[in-house]
């Protein structure tokens, strides 16, 4: 797996870890961390995201209302709505291509979640780009 493609994923289960069970999301990646030999470049990626998306948490969670059409927020699966708060961040900041983002949403919902799931993520990415 990409060093990338690692720390999305590392960035998505900090993010399930702090919105699930409470605590930093410091303390959830420093946990991820111990059990895993990673490189600096990784580590430093899945700090940068998982501090990034948690940041804008808020601002993502309403994207996320606006576009899942009769699915609360609270309604959605954990690994699901962090998918979500993940690859929105990345494209609220325009660093990574947008293909790319949702790209990667989409393999971590396949692989974290379900098939429905990937199609639900990607629908909900879809619309926000279209409109942005």
Known sequence: MAKRSTS???AMQALFQADHAGGTIR???EALFESEKLIAETRLFAEELAEGAWDKKEQSDKIIKKYSK???IERMGGVDRNILRLALFELMEGETPVQVAID?????AKKYSSNEAAKFINGILGAYVKNV
Not at 104 to 108: D, F, I, R
Request: charged share 35%.
């Open 8 to 10: 999305r994923r590392l």
């Open 27 to 29: 303390a959830a990646l």
């Open 70 to 72: 009769d699915w609360s």
């Open 104 to 108: 990667e949403a989409v393999e971590l």
